[in-house]
T-cell receptor
Framework: AQSVTQPDIHITVSEGASLELRCNYSYGATPYLFWYVQSPGQGLQLLLKYFSGDTLVQGIKGFEAEFKRSQSSFNLRKPSVHWSDAAEYFCAVGVLESGGGADGLTFGKGTHLIIQP | EAGVAQSPRYKIIEKRQSVAFWCNPISGHATLYWYQQILGQGPKLLIQFQNNGVVDDSQLPKDRFSAERLKGVDSTLKIQPAKLEDSAVYLC???????????????FGSGTRLTVV
């Protein structure tokens, strides 16, 4: 079974500083990888995804992530954070079960991002 | 395009009572998912429907949880009887079909926050 680890429960960054959120996954085959953001009281919004090809993927709101197969990682980055980026960030891995169509995502526990003025 | 609608937004019940949550997916979306998000954790898939058939319910506690999707549109998730550990946000998500969900990611509703006292 697949799993996702987000080692950092909380991260505090000053506004304007760069950001990197870590994500490690465990899955035997090539994974489908996602980053979602969740603001308080809101559902999950997709930031970006990786399936194949270029290992550096661009997303919305200025975020990017890099897939590193050798490290089983999919870290999220942003060069300059804004106060509005304060939220909970979830990394997730998706698989497509052959024949059955089951494709539920497995999420990490999330990283809470705090932005200091 | 209207998003995934869920109701109620909040629910407080006593343990051993029953409760039901409702989800209306995006029009035309064949696949519907229910996730449970306990405070401080990432969402966990409970059940996946393809039209009105169950694709994956391996993580659904079937002794107390049930779900249905009549006519392949709206869905209801029920808990009977509720336990304290069922306190969580219940998220509904939908996608055009299974393979597309893995490729595009889902569209999530805002969730129902359940508190069991």
């Amino acid at each position: 079974a697949q799993s996702v680890t987000q080692p950092d429960i909380h991260i505090t960054v000053s506004e304007g500083a760069s950001l990197e959120l870590r994500c490690n996954y465990s899955y035997g085959a090539t994974p489908y990888l996602f980053w979602y953001v969740q603001s308080p009281g809101q559902g999950l919004q997709l930031l970006l995804k990786y399936f194949s090809g270029d290992t550096l993927v661009q997303g919305i709101k200025g975020f990017e992530a890099e897939f590193k197969r050798s490290q089983s990682s999919f870290n999220l980055r942003k060069p300059s954070v804004h106060w509005s980026d304060a939220a909970e960030y979830f990394c997730a891995v998706g698989v497509l079960e052959s024949g059955g169509g089951a494709d539920g995502l497995t999420f990490g526990k999330g990283t809470h991002l705090i932005i200091q003025p | 395009e209207a998003g995934v609608a869920q109701s109620p937004r909040y629910k407080i019940i006593e343990k051993r009572q029953s409760v039901a949550f409702w989800c209306n997916p995006i029009s035309g979306h064949a696949t519907l998912y229910w996730y449970q998000q306990i405070l401080g954790q990432g969402p966990k898939l409970l059940i996946q429907f393809q039209n009105n058939g169950v694709v994956d319910d391996s993580q659904l506690p079937k002794d107390r949880f049930s779900a249905e999707r009549l006519k392949g549109v709206d869905s209801t998730l029920k808990i009977q009887p509720a336990k304290l550990e069922d306190s969580a946000v219940y998220l509904c998500a939908s996608s055009p079909r299974g393979l597309t969900a893995t490729y595009y990611g889902y569209t999530f509703g805002s969730g129902t926050r359940l508190t069991v006292v």
